[in-house]
């Protein structure tokens, strides 16, 4: 297996930062974040997305994370906390975005956990490599495939073929598109949210107000 991808372009691509206040006029809550000019999720849900929670949800939350990303991993420990809290209420889905730029082994994790997606495995390689993001190495995925009971030849062909490399950078694209430049980036209910604060506390007041 190769041990890191070819930077692609476009993961590195910056674009401007405007400072607006978009109001949470649905939870009664206001808050001023940093929205690019391109904040529509592109493409919109679909069942190619990894979802966790029901179509019926109050929330919707979508993330555009990377494996190697220290937020990611303490945004994947917080939206834990929050799926337990609201159970149905709320929906979570994960789209792959790594920075190979700056996070070299992002790019492979991403095709692990689409090669675990085969297995019908993907949120527990998804919560592997968020947990153990400092541990990422060929060798590290290969162990997580067995401590998940995967069928490792199967694994290693897919990983060794790059076959799933158009599927993150599918994801990678709709991020572009959908104007993410850093992660973690969320979407709470098509509304663009950028990093961890107030996450639950936001979540939570949409909730309440949309019984």
Known sequence: ????????????????????????LSCGVSKMVSAQVLSQLIPPISERDHC?????A???????GDYQCPECRVAHFIIQLIRKRFGDQFRFIFRHFPQSDIHPEAYHAAEAAEAAASQNRFWEMHGHLLENQ??????????????????????????????????????????IKSGVNATPTFFIN?????????????IESLIKTNP
Do not use: W
Not at 6 to 19: C, D, F, G, S
């Open 134 to 175: 400092s541990n990422l190495t060929d060798s590290h995925l290969v162990e997580y495939a067995i401590a998940l009971y995967l069928d490792v030849d199967q694994f290693l062909a897919e990983m060794t073929s790059d076959c799933h490399m158009a599927r993150v950078q599918a994801d990678i694209e709709s991020g």
């Open 52 to 56: 966790q929670g029901s179509h019926t």
């Open 58 to 64: 109050q929330v919707t939350l979508v993330e555009y």
């Open 190 to 202: 098509g509304i663009k949210y950028q990093g961890i604060q107030n996450l639950e506390e936001l």
């Open 1 to 24: 297996m190769k041990s890191e991808k070819a930077v692609n372009p476009k993961t590195t691509t910056r674009i401007p930062k405007t400072t607006t206040r978009i109001d949470f």
